[in-house]
């Protein structure tokens, strides 16, 4: 919940402050793009283990290929957004966190599911998932209105 109701009186919360937004969509975009050089460069020492296993296996364990990216990326996402900073490597670097509307700690799994909705959506529907955050409150994107989430600026 953003707001706190006590004798009638909404009371507004740390989330209401328009300051914690300032610059988030920028922020996130180059969050984004720092968080996908480190998990490719993480990929690649599993790559090469991969590749000598495809050798003693004649070639069945080059079938793990495929899907050692993605498996890597989310251990990471799951370590780092799941973790007690609530952010990324590039969320860090950029000063922003992931934070839940209803003030619980961001765990594992809901990083997981944040970051596998924001790839789902991208394969489908890429402008439409930054358009929605130049009409939705607080800058959040549609995977954040669909988790109850928002990214707000740590500094502020």
Same mark, same amino acid.
């Given at each position: 919940m953003t707001t706190s109701l006590i004798d009638g009186q909404v009371l507004p919360t740390r989330l209401d402050d328009i300051r914690l937004y300032d610059g988030v969509r920028t922020r996130r975009i180059m969050a984004f793009l720092i968080d996908f050089a480190v998990v490719t460069l993480l990929t690649l020492p599993v790559y090469v283990l991969i590749l000598f296993l495809g050798v003693i296996t004649f070639g069945l364990g080059w079938m793990l290929f495929g899907v050692t990216w993605p498996l890597v990326a989310i251990v990471y996402i799951w370590n780092t957004l799941g973790g007690r900073r609530q952010a990324t /490597?590039?969320?860090?670097?950029?000063? =922003? *966190?992931?934070e839940r509307l209803d003030g619980r700690p961001v765990d594992g799994l809901l990083a997981v599911v944040h970051s596998v909705l924001f790839w789902s959506f991208n394969a489908v529907l890429?402008?439409? =998932?930054? &358009?929605?955050?130049?009409?939705?409150? !607080?800058? *959040?994107?549609?995977?954040? &209105?669909? &988790?109850?989430? /928002? /990214? /707000? *600026?740590?500094? !502020?």
């Open positions: /490597v590039g969320m860090n670097a950029m000063g =922003i *966190r992931l890429t402008p439409f =998932i930054l &358009l929605v955050s130049l009409f939705a409150d !607080r800058k *959040r994107t549609l995977h954040d &209105l669909l &988790l109850g989430t /928002v /990214v /707000v *600026r740590t500094e !502020r």
